[in-house]
């Protein structure tokens, strides 16, 4: 099946700082992709749709200045916590659809996930 | 909008034995897809299952099974002979059209020797 990558697996940042968190299809192209949080123990939210070439589109309830999202290439999409603070520490997954047609053209591919701990 | 609910926060069944998975959803949608994931202690989600909703026809795969009751909004998991590699948590997910998933709160399911 397709792979989605995510990079860092994991990150600790010091509260008030930037951290990118990037999502890549590695062997597939992908005109949108989409970011979910999930706390521990608890559910997948989706927080925001990632499209090409355009902006993103966030979920109800999600600040779109302190997550920026950006989809530079058919294959990159890239999550940016502004300012983080520790309420901000939690498990950023990304995912993105087959694209190879058919009727589960829309199937997720998920990344492995990125653990970020604000201190 | 879509809501989903899973009613089973954990489930527990020994080896070889058989566990059903409840799923109850609402959407408005008229073409949409249904998944059911698993996520693992590594957290990496993994697609279990999938089930077209014009399609009557129950999906399945190999030891997995889905009951689907399209009037109802019902879509179960039946995981037989289980081992004890399906110890993870299980997602309920409709998908709409654009692909764009909602998921349930999660069943844990522990399969024990």
């Known amino acids: 099946g397709a792979v989605v990558s995510q990079h860092p697996s994991r990150v600790i940042c010091k509260s008030g700082t930037s951290v990118k968190i990037e999502c890549r299809s590695l062997d597939f192209q992908a005109t949108t992709m989409f970011w979910y949080r999930q706390f521990p123990k608890k559910s997948l939210m989706l927080m925001a749709t990632s499209n090409e070439g355009s902006k993103a589109t966030y979920e109800q309830g999600v600040e779109k200045d302190k997550f920026l999202i950006n989809h530079a290439s058919l294959t990159l999409s890239t999550l940016t916590v502004t300012s983080a603070h520790p309420e901000d520490s939690s498990f950023y997954i990304c995912?993105?659809?087959?694209?190879?047609?058919?009727?589960?053209?829309?199937?997720?591919?998920f990344g492995p996930g990125t653990r970020l701990t604000v201190l | 909008a879509q809501t989903v609910t899973q009613s089973q926060p954990e489930m527990s069944v020994q080896e070889a034995e058989t566990v059903t998975l409840s799923c109850t959803y609402d959407?408005?949608?008229?073409?949409?897809?249904l998944f059911w994931y698993k996520q693992p202690p590594s957290r990496q989600m993994i697609l279990v299952i999938r089930?077209?909703?014009?399609?009557?026809q129950n999906a399945t795969e190999n030891r997995f099974s889905v009951n689907f009751q399209k009037a109802a909004k019902s879509f179960s998991l039946k995981i037989s002979d289980s081992q004890l590699g399906d110890t993870a948590m299980y997602f309920c997910?409709?998908?709409?059209?654009?692909?764009?998933?909602?998921f349930g709160a999660g069943t844990q399911v522990v399969v024990t020797p």
């Open positions: 089930q077209e909703a014009y399609k009557q």
């Open positions: 995912s993105a659809p087959n694209g190879a047609g058919g009727p589960f053209r829309n199937e997720q591919f």
């Open positions: 997910a409709p998908s709409d059209s654009w692909g764009k998933l909602q």
């Open positions: 959407t408005s949608e008229n073409n949409y897809y």
